[in-house]
């Protein structure tokens, strides 16, 4: 579906768009960006076309992620939601590697988050990422999200297998977290 | 594949065939099997319906399926291999005995021995894993003795008679099933030699 825009203090998410493929496609071959994310085959092309084809389905929201001079910096998404469990997925990616480590991310998956408890009323986020991303687990940790696994030698990069940490935040917690 | 066989002690698995059609559709409509499955609250499906997927699954060169049959050629469930991820070398371990009679006797542990053997050494896998219900113990037992360890709880995952469930992750691993192998062959020749 098409997201609505929201705004936070230093970011503001709009919805991704097919005009945003080439940005998109520059972080995805970026090998400094690659080496975290699970990006594989991608072509200008077909980034297009799965925009389209997402923004036309029910269980899907994506949003560009821009600072002060409407700079892109990274995307967002709600991915595979499902309305009767109440469950979507979260992908973030920062894509401009000089805005890494300033709180970025904790901004747009706060925002993505209250939109998904508050507006969808759902129940469930859970994401999975790369056991050696030290960085991203610090942040989904500081947003709420609590470890709930390891899918072990899941994933097939450079040559070897790397294990996922699958992670979830419940609804319940995310209120306790955000009375205040 | 539309030809693969393979044979165990207690079952035989075999290609889907469109004379299953009708035991699907009867195994679906009934909730005790449904609850431990992902398809719970579908609407029913048509014998017709079902052979069109029966039909379709031959072409899906990602997921592999066999129906699971006695010895004796009485049908009684299916076994799966799903989401074959041929770049990451994974892929989903299913299964379903959906003829009650047939529950709780080795009979789903044993096909999921075969398969899995075949996923590791045939189509070369390093990783096999899968999903159920927290509260399906019979099917956690089976899957121990198959070989796969517990990876994980998706906490209120799934939603089913006014309730949120738990969905549990298991993974068995190439290194782990070719040890298992191993000790199993020592065994034997340890037994053997006494």
């Known amino acids: 579906m098409i997201a609505p825009i929201l705004k936070g203090n230093r970011i503001i998410l709009k919805p991704i768009a097919s005009k945003h493929a080439a940005v998109r496609y520059r972080w995805y071959t970026d090998p400094k960006v690659a080496e975290y994310q699970d990006f594989l085959d991608v072509s200008l092309k077909k980034l297009r076309n799965s925009i389209i084809k997402r923004r036309r389905s029910k269980d899907y929201f994506g949003w560009m992620i821009s600072i002060k001079h409407n700079r892109l910096i990274g995307e967002i998404q709600l991915k595979r939601i499902n309305f009767n469990d109440k469950v979507g997925e979260l992908a973030i990616n920062i894509g401009e590697t000089e805005f890494w480590g300033q709180g970025y991310a904790s901004e747009a998956i706060k925002l993505v988050s209250k939109f998904f408890f508050n507006r969808l009323k759902l129940n469930r986020i859970e994401l999975d990422v790369f056991s050696k991303n030290i960085g991203a687990i610090k942040c989904y940790q500081k947003c709420g999200f609590e470890k709930e696994g390891v899918k072990r030698k899941a994933c097939f990069k450079n040559g070897k297998f790397y294990d996922l940490i699958l992670m979830g935040i419940l609804r319940e917690e995310w209120q306790k977290k955000n009375k205040s | ?194």
């Open chain 2, 1 to 194: 594949m539309s030809r693969l066989v393979i044979k165990g002690k207690k079952v035989i698995l075999r290609p889907l065939s469109l004379k299953d059609a009708g035991r699907f559709c009867q195994w679906f409509s009934d909730r005790e099997v449904t609850k431990f499955l992902s398809m719970y609250d579908q609407a029913p499906i048509s014998i017709k319906e079902e052979m069109e997927w029966i039909r379709k699954s031959y072409r899906d060169k990602s997921n592999f399926r066999l129906a699971i049959d006695t010895i004796d050629g009485r049908h009684i469930g299916t076994v799966s291999l799903s989401s074959i991820d041929d770049f990451n070398k994974n892929a989903e371990y299913g299964i379903f005995i959906g003829d009650k009679r047939y529950w709780g006797q080795g009979y789903g542990t044993e096909a999921g021995k075969l398969i899995v053997d075949y996923g590791f050494k045939k189509l070369k896998l390093h990783r096999i894993y899968l999903r159920y219900l927290a509260y399906n113990i019979r099917g956690l037992k089976s899957y121990r003795k198959v070989g796969f360890k517990s990876e994980g709880r998706k906490r209120q995952h799934i939603f089913r008679d006014g309730y949120w469930h738990d969905e549990m992750l298991m993974g068995i691993l190439r290194e782990e099933f070719l040890k298992n192998l191993k000790s199993q062959k020592s065994n034997l020749r340890t037994a053997a030699k006494k």
